[in-house]
């Protein structure tokens, strides 16, 4: 367990919780081309074999509302990507037992008896002080996940895990813009995000300095959908995306 101001000095081996979910593929294909081994978890057998070819090093299958799955997930890891939810169902509205809960908690709850040193959330704007950024009627619609996910931001915050909480606006599909807008403090920005957008943030979040301890409100230049407010300027270090290969070659020719 590590301060929550420090990022890992060295990784090998990294977890994508909920790699069979649309932002976990995304950040499948972010971490591919790295020098970082990549496990991935399902909850499904069946997906075993579209994560493999999608770049995972490891698969394991996990159902992370038991504590035991949480734990052998994490073995070994230095570093959790969390992008685990809950798929459309009335429980977003209603509530009760939701994995954005029960089951980020157990991980966060893992990660701190393991050797991981950095836990990157994918929470949403519409959380806790970010809810204006999120119209009343979705609001109602989804309350029982914002209210899991509000709890789970709360868990990682006094975890004493070193920890960067990504709050995305509305999920689309495409390519990434590679122009996000950043905001902090909940009441910043608010629109939509392409999930590739997202994931290159979440990735690059624990080799970022800036990134540390923070929780940011994060949407598109183009998804904006009013003025934003309390933005920041962060500095991702999205070069240590790149495979090694790739990034010997960018500082040869620097």
């Not at 070819?53 to 070994?76: C, H, M, N, T, Y």
């Not at 089951?103 to 990660?111: K, M, R, S, Y």
């Not at 904006?224 to 995306?241: F, G, K, M, P, Q």
């Amino acid at each position: 367990m590590t301060d929550t101001g420090s990022r890992p000095a060295t990784a090998e081996r990294i977890l994508i919780a909920g790699a069979s979910g649309d932002t976990g593929h995304e950040l499948l294909s972010v971490l591919r081309p790295t020098d970082l081994t990549v496990r991935a978890t399902t909850r499904s057998y069946a997906n075993v074999d579209t994560l493999e070819r999608l770049g995972a090093d490891e698969v394991i299958v996990a159902d992370f509302f038991e504590s035991a799955d949480a734990v052998a997930a994490v073995e070994d890891c230095d570093i959790v990507y969390c992008a685990l939810g809950t798929p459309p169902s009335l429980r977003h509205t209603i509530g009760g037992k939701l994995v954005d809960r029960t089951g980020v908690i157990n991980l966060v709850t893992a990660a701190m008896g393991a050797t991981a040193s950095y836990f990157v959330l994918e929470s949403a704007i519409g959380v806790g002080s970010s809810k204006a950024g999120l119209s009343l009627p979705a609001r109602l619609l989804i309350r029982g996940s914002l209210r899991a996910k509000r709890d789970a931001e709360t868990a990682l915050r006094r975890s004493g895990l070193a920890y960067t909480i990504i709050r995305p606006g509305k999920l689309t599909t495409g390519p990434p813009t590679n122009d996000p807008v950043v905001g902090e403090g909940g009441n910043s920005v608010s629109g939509s995000i392409p999930r590739a957008d997202v994931a290159q943030l979440m990735a690059a979040a624990p080799f970022t300095d800036e990134a540390a301890g923070r929780t940011l409100e994060v949407v598109s230049r183009s998804g904006l959908a009013e003025t934003s407010r309390n933005t920041v300027d962060i500095d991702w270090e999205l070069d240590r995306l790149n495979g090694p290969e790739t990034t010997e070659r960018d500082h040869t020719h620097r």
